[in-house]
């Protein structure tokens, strides 16, 4: 019985690291693309929250920057439902061959001052 390496076994452990190596890269690239695209969930559905407030207290005009400072490209809707103001802010995130949609919607009571 012989132990360790054999002459039929040199380099194997070579060609399985170059088979394995290209898939968990893509594992981590994906993991990090999605990680990144929860973080600019969470920023989109904070500032329609923020635009929201900010209208339903009169102030209309600082909405949409808020918006697009949080999110860089994102884009902001504006509707009403009786005294609630919403705003729904949408933006679209590549996580490699990927396209996602993001949306968030935050409504307001209007305090009718």
Do not use: K, W, Y
Request: aromatic share 2%; with cysteine; net charge neutral.
């Amino acid at each position: 019985m012989i132990f360790g390496p054999t002459r039929d076994d040199r380099g194997s452990a070579s060609a399985e690291f170059a088979v394995a190596l290209p898939a968990a890269v893509l594992v981590v690239a994906l993991g990090i693309g999605a990680l990144a695209a929860a973080g600019t969930q969470v920023r989109l559905q904070d500032a329609a929250s923020n635009a929201a407030r900010l209208i339903a207290r009169g102030e209309p005009e600082r909405a949409p920057g808020v918006v697009h400072a949080a999110v860089s490209g994102a884009h902001a809707a504006i509707g009403r439902d009786g005294d609630l103001v919403c705003v729904t802010a949408t933006h679209r995130v590549s996580i490699g061959v990927f396209s996602l949609p993001l949306s968030a919607t935050g409504c307001a009571l209007e305090s009718g001052i």
